[in-house]
Each structure stands twice: as structure tokens, then as C-alpha cells.
């Protein structure tokens, strides 16, 4: 049924779309698990999406880390040519 893949060291099954739908529950409670699972689509079966598990949902995340430790000035209009913006 499934196809074994591996991104960054971690086992993904893969699977057609009409094999999630058969099996929605089921894919569902990997995911609940741990586990990622790579969607394929069409007669070519290409990958077009993975499902995967919201990780740290009760983390609150820092914002302002950088605070008063980095300023930045701009000068002018802030416009710039291309060659500026390119290095040239």
C-alpha cells in the first residue's frame, strides 16, 4: 500500500490520494503519532504535499529578541539604482 520515503532522516510513508481518502482515519492517527505522511497525486504519482503534526502548539514564542541590540539608519529616500541594490 504505502511508499517508504525519507526527508531529513525521518521514515515518511507516501501515499495516493485515493489511499488517504480509503484510509483517513487511520493516516490521521499517525499524524496524531508522530508521524508525516507524503501525498501523491495522479497516474505519475507525483508528491504534492505531506501531512505532518503541529509540533509545540502550548509554546508561547518571543517576540523582540533582538531588542536594543541591533539599529539600523536610513539615509535620503531610501531609494536606491539597481546597481546599488545589485552591488555592481
Known sequence: MATI??????????LTVAE???HFSDVLVRVKNGESVKILYG???QPIAMIVPIRNMDSTRQI?????KATF???GDGKIS???FLGI
Do not use: P
Open 73 to 75: 539608519i536610513i539615509n
Open 64 to 68: 523582540g529578541v533582538l531588542d536594543g
Open 20 to 22: 488517504i481518502k480509503a
Open 43 to 45: 497516474k505519475s504519482k
Open 5 to 14: 520515503f525519507y526527508v531529513k532522516n525521518m521514515k515518511v510513508k507516501a
Open 82 to 84: 539597481e546597481e546599488e
